[in-house]
Each structure stands twice: as C-alpha cells, then as structure tokens.
C-alpha cells in the first residue's frame, strides 16, 4: 500500500462551503499517479500501459479548505487484463476515513485499441502491494 498526501486547496470547495464531489477524483488521480510512480511504470505518454475502465467513491464525512488528507492507495484485486485498485482517503490528523474508492485499470495496448493480459512482470509489481477488498475493511 503506497500513501499519498493531499492539502485542499480553496478553488476545490464549492457554494456549500465543502470539498466538490468532483475534487475526490482529482485527490484519488494524484494518489494513483504517485503509486504507478512508485511501482515504476513509464510515465511517457507513448509508452503508458493503462486505461481507467471503471471508478466509483463513497463520500463518507465533508472536507474543507485546509484540510489535509491521506490517500491510501493498493491493489485489491488481479485479473487476467485488468485490476482494481482500493483508496482510501483519510483526514491526516485524526485518521477519520473521509471517503473510499474503487477503480479498475485494465492493460491497455493503444495502438491495436484493446485490452491486452498483464505481463507477468507487472504481475509480481501488483502482487507485492495487495491488500484486503474494500467490503471486506
């Protein structure tokens, strides 16, 4: 499990005072970046394997301007083309969860426009960062 830190910035908040919906995604984004960074993949566009196929976040509690957040950030599941990973992100002080999320990467061949299997190298990557599913925390 890789762990990102984020500040909120005021531009993220809305009307209502709080952290916009939209801003959780840009959060878990930054968190999926630093761990593609830590796990070494190319960061090159031409040479990017995936593709984000599917995303979902529970809102849990609000965040505010200021506040800071943690991200964690592991792989919950492998499969043959794709894989989910798990965040969550948590108030920095307190370790209160503010929010999970689940997304599915799938291993991408941009040039033929299809999903392509996981190398076995990247398998052993993934594997060495797998945690429990989120339903089951």
Known sequence: MIESEIKVRFCETDALGHVNNTSYFVYLEQAR??????????????????ILGHISCDFLRQVYFNQRLKVRTGISHIGNKSFRLGQELLDADSGVPVGRSESVMVYFDFEKQQSIPIPDDWVKKLKAHQVEPMENR
């Open 33 to 50: 970046v630093e761990f593609f960074e830590e796990l070494g993949a190319p960061m090159g566009m031409s040479e990017w394997p995936f």
